[in-house]
Nanobody, 118 residues
């Protein structure tokens, strides 16, 4: 299962970007869809997670600036990032907890680079 992520780029501080990540349309059951970030020299950390049911969660530093949403009909998750700061720079990865015919597991997208200049 391949997740297709897009939307990264270079933006000035205070600007906005919208990331997208799509799972194949043949997948019929997706549980949580999430975004992670890995800054240079740091471990990958959870930015936001949208469960199939339940409460959306955010990394504290993103609350009020980032919004995760999903379109279940398209098997797609989005991350709207506003008021970007240089410390938001990193590679953003999408993750999906998928029930495939062969079993349930997590899948990762390739990562999309977000660079915020000061």
């Amino acid at each position: 299962v391949q997740l297709q992520a897009s939307g990264g780029g270079l933006v000035q501080a205070g600007g906005s970007l919208r990331l997208s990540c799509a799972a194949p349309g043949s997948i019929s059951r997706i549980y949580a869809m999430s975004w992670y970030r890995q800054a240079l020299g740091n471990q990958r950390e959870l930015v936001a997670s949208s469960p199939s049911r339940g409460t959306i969660t955010y990394l504290d530093s993103m609350k009020g600036r980032f919004t995760i949403s999903r379109d279940n009909a398209k098997n797609t998750v989005y991350l709207q990032m506003n008021s970007l700061k240089p410390e938001d720079t990193g590679v953003y990865y999408c993750n999906a907890d998928i029930q495939a015919p062969w079993g349930r597991r997590d899948y990762w997208g390739r990562g999309t680079l977000v660079t915020v200049s000061s």
